[in-house]
């Protein structure tokens, strides 16, 4: 039973890491429609840039304040530079552009700091408080961090004009411009603040899971089915269903722990973490795929 | 995406006769090559051993133009299929001692099945959410193929040696070179396949399907049954071709097929041209050679224009999968055909 709740804590720390990757999704699907397939190596980036300020003896917190702007630069750059010339462009375009962008900076990370694996600090003190034995102070801190996110975009979107005229640009861009909503740079702002939210959910893992190139490429097809799970038009949705599948990801684990103790059967265990990942993203298109809190949308042709 | 050369009627078109001579000219003179070297080795084993990857990414690039290209769906797991192919022959001849030719069909067979039940539920999907489930299916094959229960058959990360088959018949051919020659065989049929199959009415549908998926379903073509059967015979060419290239390089690993394998053929198709038969070939030899000597490449370019930090392979393909999405979204077929067209209206 302990280490049942144990399982199910742990589940929610890393649980916190997709959500915070699902949002930055979801936030460019709602301004743009797209699925950003680089997302998860854009966020590796921006961690490295984290590392090496860290490196270069600046201290965690302004560090990550730089790598928020750097990333959201970045974001609003890419957008600008090279996905507003294919506006009109096929889907598979965008897909390929999305492909050649996840290609160079994967490779630009792993020739700028090398394939090696570094140590990532974590920004939250190592102490002992009830509960400890479940989870550590780190787990909890990510937790804070992406709820904290969540509550600052939701009331960003909600409360500021700003918000309002990106969610308008996205829902109906035509009538926004009408309107007087700058559309084009709503999109790169979504952006840009998608690559910042990655940039966060990218300093937080990386403690967990060392920083290396490829640390993204799993955690990203999480992200996917933490998104998808909630629905891919809705960032509340979104962010629960990150927390749901990182729960989830640990009880297949440990179910798969305790059939291999019990019966000596071994049917599942941490070296099928991605096979259940993408189970789950199957099994949400194919038999939900507006996901438990999205909308359907029905297109008019 | 631009529409294709429409597959025309067999009319007595010179342009066309023209180009089929010169088609079959090529592969005659191909064929050839092995046999006018004989062991004098002018062209060295290696060669045709590289040569007969080129063909071996052809016909899985071929796959994916199928797929993307004429019917529209997009795949970024293609890589998966491949793999699944070059187990089927890895552990047919290995394990079970059966004859390599015999693998080509059971490859082809289970790749159509597998890539017809992920088309199934993938028919639901469209654009980016197929591309969504297919780029799930390229991250989690090396972690299938390294399942536990699975590791009697494939031999988990270890992977499976295998050996060359020798020449038949007593032909004075190095084993590199009778490949070579497999190699080819099998590539004209795959490629003559396909050509008569987008000439043929289900081809026809197939393309109605990618253009306008209603407007071929108020025509009467079953749309999801359709894009379900060219998923999978996608898979089939894939299959194929993933079989074929365990035979020539002899090893099969769960790490040869990660994620940038799937990326490889996607690439070759883009700089091929997704919507052309020749721009699979165009795609394939583009796929071996920037394995081959992208390295070697992108270390002479940091050299050359004085970078202060180490280029890589990736960075070239990502760079060249932008750049040709602005300048040529048709691929080198499609700029070439394009360059031609340009070229027969001055004249």
């Not at chain 2, 979204?329 to 360059?339: M, S, T």
Request: include cysteine.
């Amino acid at each position: 039973m302990e280490q049942l709740i144990q399982q199910i804590a742990s589940g929610l720390a890393s649980g916190a890491i997709y959500a915070l990757v699902a949002l930055a999704l979801v936030m460019i699907f709602t301004a743009t429609d797209h699925l950003n397939f680089a997302q998860g190596e854009m966020a590796m980036f921006s961690t490295y840039v984290c590392w090496q300020m860290i490196q270069w003896g600046v201290p965690f917190w302004p560090a990550l304040a730089f790598t928020i702007l750097f990333s959201f630069i970045l974001g609003v750059m890419i957008e600008r530079i090279i996905l507003r010339p294919l506006h009109n462009a096929s889907v598979l375009s965008i897909v390929v552009v999305f492909i050649g962008l996840l290609a160079i900076f994967h490779s630009l990370a792993g020739g700028i700091w090398s394939h090696t694996i570094k140590n990532f600090p974590s920004p939250f003190p190592n102490v002992t408080f009830a509960g400890s034995g479940y989870i550590g102070a780190h787990q909890i801190g990510m937790i804070a961090v992406s709820l904290i996110m969540l509550f600052a975009l939701w009331g960003f979107f909600r409360f500021t004009p700003l918000g309002l005229a990106m969610r308008a640009a996205a829902q109906n861009p035509v009538s926004a411009r009408l309107v007087g909503v700058n559309v084009d740079w709503m999109l790169a702002l979504g952006w840009g603040l998608a690559a910042a939210v990655g940039a966060v959910a990218g300093a937080m893992v990386a403690p967990v899971v060392y920083l290396e190139p490829n640390m993204m490429a799993s955690i990203l097809l999480y992200g996917f089915a933490g998104a998808l799970v909630g629905g891919i038009s809705n960032p509340a949705g979104a962010v629960f269903g990150g927390f749901m599948v990182g729960v989830l990801e640990n009880l297949v684990a440990y179910f798969g722990n305790l059939t291999e103790k019990t019966f000596g059967i071994y049917i599942v265990g941490n070296g099928e973490k991605l096979t259940v990942a993408l189970i789950i993203v199957i099994a949400i298109l194919t038999l939900k795929p507006a996901g438990l809190f999205g909308r359907t949308t029905v297109k008019r042709v | 995406m631009t529409a294709v050369t429409a597959p025309g009627a067999p009319t007595a078109d010179p342009a066309r006769n023209i180009t089929r001579t010169l088609v079959i000219g090529l592969v005659l003179m191909a064929a050839a090559l092995p046999f006018l070297v004989g062991k004098s080795g002018v062209i060295s084993n290696f060669t045709f051993l590289q040569l007969s990857l080129m063909i071996v990414y052809a016909i899985a690039v071929l796959g994916l133009n199928l797929l993307t290209g004429f019917n529209g769906q997009i795949s970024l797991g293609h890589g998966a299929f491949f793999a699944v192919g070059a187990y089927t022959a890895a552990v047919l001849i290995e394990t079970y001692g059966v004859n390599y030719w015999l693998t080509l069909p059971v490859a082809a067979v289970l790749c159509f099945v597998i890539g017809y039940l992920f088309g199934l539920p993938a028919l639901r999907l469209e654009g980016h959410y197929l591309a969504l489930a297919t780029f799930g299916l390229a991250i989690a094959v090396p972690q299938m193929l390294k399942y536990k229960h699975l590791e009697p058959i494939t031999n988990g990360v270890m992977g499976i040696n295998l050996m060359k088959p020798d020449a038949p018949f007593g032909l004075a051919l190095s084993s590199d070179q009778w490949m070579f020659l497999v190699v080819l065989i099998v590539a004209v049929a795959m490629f003559w396949a396909a050509r008569n199959l987008l000439n043929s009415r289900p081809g026809r549908a197939m393309i109605a399907i990618r253009d306008n998926t209603l407007a071929a379903g108020t025509m009467g073509i079953d749309t999801s049954r359709y894009k379900a059967t060219v998923f999978g015979i996608s898979a089939l060419y894939v299959g194929i071709a993933g079989a074929l290239h365990a035979i020539i390089f002899e090893f099969v690993s769960p790490d040869s097929f990660r994620f940038e394998l799937s990326i490889a053929i996607l690439v070759g198709a883009v700089v091929g041209g997704v919507a052309s038969l020749p721009g699979a070939i165009i795609g394939g030899v583009f796929v071996q050679f920037i394995e081959k000597y992208a390295d070697a490449m992108t270390k002479k370019l940091t050299q050359a224009i004085h970078l202060p930090l180490e280029l890589q392979p990736w960075t070239l393909y990502g760079i060249t999968l932008i750049v040709l999405i602005y300048v040529m979204p048709g691929g080198i077929a499609g700029g070439l055909a394009a360059l031609w067209a340009r070229f027969r209206r001055r004249a």
